[in-house]
C-alpha cells in the first residue's frame, strides 16, 4: 500500500507549510538514528543533520547517540528509544547496516512514524538510499518528495504447557532453531489448525515478503515481491524428503511445533530478540496488527532493486520486442 507523502503528516509534519526555512517548515521534524560505531555513519549523521538545520527543519536524536556525533546545538535530544520519542516527528532517518535498520524498524513500528533507510552496510534492502545519495535524501525530506508504503508483519506466540509464554513480533521473520549443534530439531508443521509433516532438522524460518530476501533467502527460500501479501514457511537443513518452502495465504496461521522428546530450541525474531523454547513449546505465526511504514524515494520496481542488489548478470538482455 502506497500513499504520497503529503498524505502521511498525520505523523508529525506541518501540511500547510513548505521547506525552505519559512515559519511553516519550523513545525517539521525529523529523527535520526545512527550506527554511531561506525566512522562512516558520524560522518553521514553530520551531513545529514546539517542539511536539514539549512532549510529548517528540526532534528531529533538519542542521547546516547548524541555523545558520539558532532551536534550543534540546535538539535533536540530524547532518553529513551520509546514510541514517545517520536512524538511530533513526521520522519524516521536511520544510518546504518542491516541490524540498525531492522533496529528503527521496531522503533518506526512503535510510533507509527514512516522510516527512510540509508544504507552504510552490505545488502542493506530495507534502506532507500545509500552513503552517496545523503545530499538527494535531505532534499527529498525538505521537498516531502517521498511517498510511503506499508510492510506487512508478523505476530508471534509461544505456548507451553497450554500457556501463552512469550509475545513477540518480526518484519523479516521468526526462526525456531536448533540449540545443540550435534542434535537435530524434531518439529511438526502446521497450516490453519491442520498437521502437514514432521522431521529432523536445524530449523525452520517463518517469513514476510519484506523477509523472503533476509534468513528465508539463504535458507533456500523464494523470492517473494513486496506487494504480494503472503507467509513463508522455509526449512533449514531438513533431514526429510519433502521438506519444501511453502507460500501461504496471509489469513493463514503457521505453526511449528517442538516436539517433547527432542532438545529445547530458541526463537529468534528479526535476529535481535531471543527466547528459549522448551521441549513440547508450539510456535504460532499470523500476519501482524501493525505494519511498518517505509518512506520510499524511487519508483524503480523491486526486479531493479533485486539485481542491483545481488549484482545479478543481466548481460545480453534485449527486453520485450516491440
Not at 50 to 73: F, M, S, Y
Not at 224 to 237: C, F, G, H, K, N
Amino acid at each position: 500500500m502506497t500513499t504520497n507523502a503529503e498524505q502521511t503528516t498525520d505523523t508529525g509534519a506541518d501540511a500547510g507549510g513548505d521547506a525552505g526555512g519559512d515559519a511553516g517548515a519550523e513545525n517539521r521534524t525529523v529523527f535520526l538514528l545512527a550506527h554511531t560505531g561506525r566512522p562512516a555513519a558520524i560522518r553521514s549523521a553530520e551531513l545529514v543533520v546539517q542539511g536539514l538545520l539549512r532549510n529548517g527543519l528540526g532534528v531529533r536524536v538519542l542521547a546516547t547517540e548524541a555523545a558520539d556525533l558532532p551536534l550543534p546545538p540546535a538539535v533536540e535530544t530524547v532518553p529513551e528509544a520509546t514510541s514517545g520519542a517520536l512524538n511530533g516527528c513526521e520522519l524516521l532517518i536511520v544510518l546504518g547496516g542491516d541490524g540498525t535498520l531492522l533496529r528503527g524498524a521496531a522503533f518506526a513500528r512503535a510510533s507509527g512514524v514512516p522510516m527512510l533507510g540509508v544504507n552504510l552496510g552490505r545488502v542493506g534492502f530495507l534502506a532507500e538510499a545509500e552513503r552517496d545519495d545523503l545530499d538527494k535524501v535531505v532534499d527529498r525530506v525538505v521537498t516531502r518528495a517521498y511517498e510511503v508504503e506499508e510492510r506487512m508483519t508478523i505476530d508471534v506466540l509461544v505456548h507451553s504447557d497450554g500457556a501463552v509464554v512469550h509475545r513477540d513480533w518480526a518484519l523479516n521473520e521468526a526462526a525456531v532453531q536448533k540449540v545443540s549443534p550435534e542434535r537435530m530439531l524434531e518439529v511438526v508443521l502446521e497450516i490453519d489448525g491442520r498437521p502437514v509433516t514432521g522431521f529432523g532438522c536445524d530449523g525452520i524460518v517463518c517469513a514476510t515478503p519484506t523477509g523472503s530476501t533476509a534468513y528465508a533467502f539463504s535458507a533456500g527460500g523464494p523470492v517473494v515481491w513486496p506487494e504480494v501479501e503472503a507467509l513463508l514457511m522455509v526449512p533449514i537443513s531438513a533431514h526429510a524428503l519433502f521438506a519444501k518452502p511453502l507460500v501461504t495465504s496471509p489469513k493463514s496461521v503457521l505453526a511449528v511445533e517442538v516436539q517433547p522428546h527432542t532438545p529445547h530450541g530458541v526463537l529468534w525474531c528479526d535476529g535481535r530478540r531471543t527466547v528459549e523454547l522448551p521441549a513440547g513449546a508450539r510456535v504460532e505465526v499470523r500476519r501482524g496488527a501493525v505494519p511498518v511504514r517505509l518512506a520510499r524515494l524511487h519508483q524503480a520496481s523491486f526486479t531493479d532493486r533485486l539485481v542491483a542488489k545481488f549484482a545479478l548478470p543481466v548481460s545480453g538482455w534485449r527486453g520485450a520486442p516491440h
